[in-house]
């Protein structure tokens, strides 16, 4: 008899851990399936921003994840080292972070895996692999090989049934090659050398920070990994082959040439070629099972953004899964996943396609025009994540979605009580109204009903917390309310300048979840 779970989760990596974290939490009996054994234990990201951070501390422990981390800026030079383009790294973000961060992926994943496995209603199998899959009208079937099935034996099996199912099992998903689902190709196509080092003596200052060489004799790289690890990248020019590029002399060929660097200042810890791509999968949902991560969309590194933008996929399909399964929201619910992530990393992936095109110009002539237009101004400024456009949120008349809706809300620190630490830590998490006036004399029972079983955080200023530094009334202000209500995702629902637009806004949340349908439907 098939094992039944509320959610399968296909693959281990940052995707897969925050959605299997997130909705492990949220009670949810999990089954994990990774083909590995274990953990990677290699950094392969390198780079999480503030909202990034801010979800990694609902899924583990942030502190412990980012133990070995430092707040770092972008630079990007040309080959005479003249500045390009500067991103700095404020040291503490709107979410109550760095803006840039570098970072040590394998205490990432650790902090989060340990959480894992203190939820009893979290399986995780490693070293199996999704051999077929099967849905029908209320589920999936998944069958499962041994990633190294015992030589000359029979290839054991075992099947297990989902109600839903996330595929986070990498570019190369396997699912979505079961699913017959193509990929849109936006063209850029990059071979680059990736090695990772770790620093036999003191890092030198000038290690300290991303520095990205726009250089068309060749583009290359370095960006420092926490306190004592360090990466270096350098592109690889038509002619030049993977093989010659992923032997160690090549790699100290390069650090010598370009760095002055040998192996009595460096240890190579890990050394491979990734062609960098930009792709999209033309559909993220076939009936119950999601795609996330990289198995939705690949980008260039040169944002920082992949990783990031999978564990917002993760958040964003984890609070609408959870809501769904609860029957708390009608299944269709699940549509504006897509709706709204696939709109959103595709921007970010043109953002970091544009910021290629910048390291990768090999034309000395293309390259002298490109340094000319950004001494005199011309270059276009860094880009900035987007906003969310359409999907649960508060939609004007006209059905648009006017920015801040959309945007990020803040974390700052609160003191609720003996207790003072980060807003998430301190209130709780999921669906946050904070106002500065009293909610509770202004909705009905209803609609102060609805918010109670949707698990909804009211939180008033002054009088449930203390807000220590200021965030939440700077926010309010700038918002011209006297209320918002964020998403679990940090999303900005919408925010109200009186009690009357707080009634509408709690109706149009009910509305955008589809709380009666969902309602109704229970009941029969």
């Not at 050394?271 to 993220?284: C, L």
Request: with cysteine.
């Amino acid at each position: 008899m098939d094992e039944i779970f509320d959610v399968a989760v296909v693959g281990y990596g940052p995707t897969g851990l925050v959605a299997a974290s997130m909705l492990g939490q949220a009670g949810h009996r999990v089954v994990v399936c990774e083909r590995w054994p274990s953990l990677y234990g290699l950094p392969r990201l390198t780079h999480i921003d503030d909202e990034t951070a801010r979800m990694v501390q609902a899924a583990g422990d942030v502190d412990e994840a980012l133990r070995d981390s430092t707040p770092t800026e972008y630079l990007w030079v040309n080959g005479r080292e003249e500045e390009l383009l500067r991103m700095p790294a404020a040291p503490v973000g709107p979410m109550g972070f760095p803006t840039h961060i570098s970072m040590y992926q394998p205490d990432v994943e650790d902090s989060i895996d340990r959480r894992i496995r203190t939820l009893p209603n979290v399986e995780i199998r490693q070293g199996w692999s999704v051999a077929a899959l099967a849905q029908d009208a209320t589920g999936v079937e998944l069958t499962l090989t041994p990633w190294k099935p015992t030589e000359g034996a029979d290839a054991e099996q075992r099947r297990l049934r989902a109600r839903y199912v996330i595929a986070a099992d990498g570019s190369k998903s396997a699912i979505r090659e079961m699913l017959g689902i193509e990929r849109d190709d936006f063209g850029f196509n990059e071979r680059w050398l990736n090695f990772d080092t770790e620093w036999l003596r003191p890092v030198p200052a000038e290690f300290r920070t991303t520095k990205q060489y726009c250089d068309p004799a060749r583009g290359h790289m370095y960006m420092i990994i926490g306190e004592y690890r360090q990466r270096f990248e350098f592109a690889l020019l038509a002619g030049e082959s993977r093989e010659e590029f992923e032997r160690p002399k090549t790699a100290w060929r390069l650090l010598a040439q370009t760095h002055g660097l040998g192996p009595e200042d460096v240890r190579i810890i890990r050394q491979i070629v990734y062609t960098f791509e930009s792709r999209v999968a033309r559909r993220w949902r076939e009936r119950r099972v999601f795609l996330a991560g990289d198995a939705a969309h690949t980008m260039p590194p040169y944002l920082g953004q992949g990783a990031c933008s999978g564990i917002r996929d993760s958040f964003n399909l984890g609070w609408k899964l959870d809501l769904v399964l609860r029957g708390l929201a009608d299944e269709s619910l699940l549509d504006t996943y897509e709706l709204e992530r696939r709109p959103h990393a595709t921007a970010i992936t043109h953002m970091a396609m544009g910021l290629g095109a910048i390291a990768n110009t090999h034309d000395p002539d293309a390259a002298a025009q490109r340094d000319a237009a950004f001494r005199a101004g011309q270059a276009p400024p860094p880009p900035t994540i987007p906003a969310l456009a359409d999907g649960v949120l508060h939609h004007q008349p006209d059905g648009t979605v006017t920015p801040p809706t959309g945007g990020l809300v803040p974390q700052g620190r609160v003191t609720a009580g003996e207790l003072t630490g980060r807003f998430d830590d301190v209130v709780g998490r999921g669906f946050v109204l904070v106002s500065a006036i009293d909610v509770a004399a202004v909705l009905s029972p209803e609609h102060r009903g609805f918010l109670s079983e949707l698990g909804c955080r009211m939180v008033r200023l002054g009088h449930d917390v203390i807000d220590e530094d200021g965030v939440y009334g700077r926010h309010l202000h700038e918002l011209g309310a006297v209320a918002y209500l964020a998403r679990p995702d940090f999303v900005l629902f919408g925010a109200a300048a009186d009690a009357t637009e707080l009634t509408a806004l709690v109706d149009e949340l009910r509305v955008g979840i589809a709380w009666p349908a969902a309602r109704s439907a229970v009941s029969a």
